[in-house]
């Protein structure tokens, strides 16, 4: 990734999740501005998780959101062994995947590429659901696209919100100073979710409120693009293939070559 060189990545992920992409990025050469926008809390509810996981054996089907609905779940069994072994696991994404198999859970049905909601639903053993018992884990909010599908289904869906995302008490002077520095339109901005994008937005004050919507976005759906055309982002976003690190270098990189990148500052 060569092409970053003097590239700054305004890199927007929690910072728990977002310091291997931050590494891949300064590995290529360019500079990263980590300015985390969510945060990760424990769930709101927790008594009513831990029923809904003392019921466990009660459902067929489990089905994780991202890695943070894993090690949150992990965190709240009392073993990982309590996990009933008949009882499968569907992932959405590779690296919510990823965090599964690093637990004593089985392996699980992975959504296929673009790796989302969309993809997992068209799996064969998402099909002839009537009856069947699904408890989805999740963080607060969030698309209602996966549950409504199952429902159509005839399928019985219920939610564990097992975290909360928060907004970020971010220091925001990191950011102002790089605008002031660099036109902000020749910075793009790594967004992985929607909810970030809003977070985003409420973060930056009145004043600096130009500079971001300005700013080029690196998105992971189509849905973020749009959301930020209604937000008033200028530019159309580049939407990454997936919310890999990989995709979202290939992202970056097509940025670049778009001629988006300026090299000179006017």
Known sequence: MSELSGVTVVVTRPVHQAEKLCQRIEAGNGKVLRFPVIDIRPPENPQQCQAQLVGLADYDLAIFVSSNAVDAAMAMLKTPQAWPTALPVAAVGKATARAIMKTP???????????????????????????????????????????????????????????????????????????????????????????????????????????????????????????????????????????????????LKTWVESGRKYDEKI
């Open 105 to 251: 859970l089985p392996v699980p049905f992975v959504a296929p590429e673009p790796f989302n909601s969309e993809a997992l639903l068209g799996l064969p053993e998402l099909q002839k659901l009537d009856g069947k018992r699904i408890l989805i884990f999740r963080g607060n909010g969030g698309r209602e696209l996966l549950r409504n599908s199952l429902l159509e289904q005839g399928a019985q869906v219920e939610y564990i919100e097992c975290y909360q995302r928060v907004v970020s008490q971010t220091n925001t002077q990191p950011l102002y100073a790089a605008w002031e520095q660099e036109r902000a339109d020749t910075m793009p901005i790594v967004v992985t979710s929607n909810q970030g994008l809003q977070n985003l937005v409420s973060i930056v004050d009145k004043e600096h409120q130009p500079a971001l919507l300005a700013s080029p976005l690196i998105v992971i759906s189509e849905r973020a693009a749009s959301l930020s055309a209604r937000l008033g982002f200028t530019q159309a976003p580049v939407v990454a293939t997936a919310a890999n690190d990989d995709a979202v270098l290939a992202a």
